[in-house]
């Protein structure tokens, strides 16, 4: 099924027809008439397509907008909008594009990533999948983090695959992408239109009221961090979601200012107490120089130390060896020695955890 099915619309849409149809791009990026890059495992590259002139780019961005029912003008000059199929599509256009009209295609999957297939890619090792999936198993609370487009939603997707098929989960999105393959799950989406807007805030406060086993949010990128936070802590662990951070412990002084956006008088230690008692388990996905994309952290939150500073271990790292024949790093995971926290709950649950996945390995 084609991207996008519209005839009309995929006749203004001509000049990229063939990335939109192609299943290897994964991102299609206009900056201006003549100047548009694809995404294809990972790299960017410069394409000869281009629209006739900047008045044949803003048409078929027009009839985009209307194909998913909302408007695009010089009053509402950002659209940020979902395809049928789920792909992503945001268009900025004058007076806040400076330079023309900016649009950005980011194209969904038709097939679920799982666990299984990060690993054939790379992504991880056998080892990180199964501490994950004892994590998961133990309803311990997690975080990805990551950068724009360094895989956090698939890394989401395919780790809350370890999700057991009995419970019951919500998930919040801003737009729906997660492709969860339990048979109990129910999907919330922001609103926002001109008569009413609904933000993930008002979603995660009324998923509270759904009975929720375990509760998954897309992307925390606002004061609803606090929300999900206490959610974690009042009877919904196991829960999950994503956040923009380049380190585990940048993702910690992220989640800090998150909070801090509700304008609560409540002293740092405060929020930190709260940040180390909900949260569990760090994961961190980077985009390397290469292109690839790999987990380069699993970190374990212990706690505060007596200075109030977070205690963070990492347990797997992503060693880097090298520039391979081929253009792309040669790489190793990395078990760092330390043992979770919750191997002993792990074994009075029943869950055999080997001491080698964590054997730090010879220099």
């Known amino acids: 099924m ?18 939109l149809d192609d ?49 695009i003008n010089e009053d509402e000059p950002i659209l940020d ?25 980011r194209k969904f999957g038709q097939k679920a990533v799982v666990m299984k297939d990060l690993i054939s890619f790379g992504a991880l090792s ?10 998961i198993q133990l309803k311990k609370n997690l975080i990805i983090s990551g950068a724009t487009s360094s895989g956090k939603t698939t890394l989401l997707n395919a780790i809350s695959g370890f999700i057991p098929k009995d419970q019951r989960i919500v998930v919040i999105e801003d737009a ?20 009413v807007q609904v933000e993930i805030r008002d979603l995660v406060k009324s998923s509270l009221r759904l009975r929720p086993d375990r509760i998954v949010i897309g992307e925390v990128r606002g004061p609803e961090a606090l929300d999900l936070l206490q959610a974690m802590t009042t009877g919904h662990a ?10 585990p412990k940048q993702a910690l002084a992220r989640l800090e200012t998150l909070i801090m956006m509700n304008r609560l008088e409540m002293p740092l230690i405060a929020i930190r107490s709260q940040v180390a008692s909900a949260i569990q388990i760090i994961v961190q996905a980077n985009r390397l120089a290469d292109g690839s994309r790999r987990i380069t952290h699993i970190s374990e939150l212990i706690g505060l130390d007596e200075h109030g500073n977070y205690e963070l271990n990492d347990l797997f ?8 024949a081929n253009g792309k790093f040669n790489t190793r995971f990395v078990p760092t020695g330390i043992r979770p926290s919750f191997i002993e709950e792990a074994t009075r649950s029943g869950i055999k955890v080997p001491d080698s996945l964590f054997e730090k390995p010879a220099a």
């Open 238 to 247: 196991g829960s999950m979601s994503t956040l923009h951070a380049n380190n």
């Open 23 to 71: 299943d290897q791009v994964t991102e299609i990026l206009v900056n201006a008439p003549n100047d548009i890059f694809i995404e294809k495992a990972g790299r960017l590259y410069k394409t000869d397509a281009e629209f006739a002139d900047a008045d044949a780019l803003f048409a078929a961005v027009r009839n985009i907008a209307q194909y998913v029912g909302r408007r």
């Open 81 to 105: 909008a979902r395809l049928p199929d789920g792909s992503r599509i945001h268009i900025v256009i004058p007076p806040c594009a400076k330079d023309g009209i900016y649009m950005t295609i």
């Open 126 to 135: 056998v080892e990180m999948a199964r501490v994950l999936h004892v994590a």
């Open 176 to 195: 729906s992408e997660l492709q969860l393959q339990q048979p109990h799950v129910l999907r919330l989406e922001v609103l926002k239109n001109d008569r």
């Open 317 to 324: 790292l992503l060693e880097v060896l090298g520039m391979g």
């Open 2 to 19: 084609p991207l996008i099915d519209n005839d009309t619309t995929r006749s203004f849409l001509a000049p990229i027809l063939a990335f």
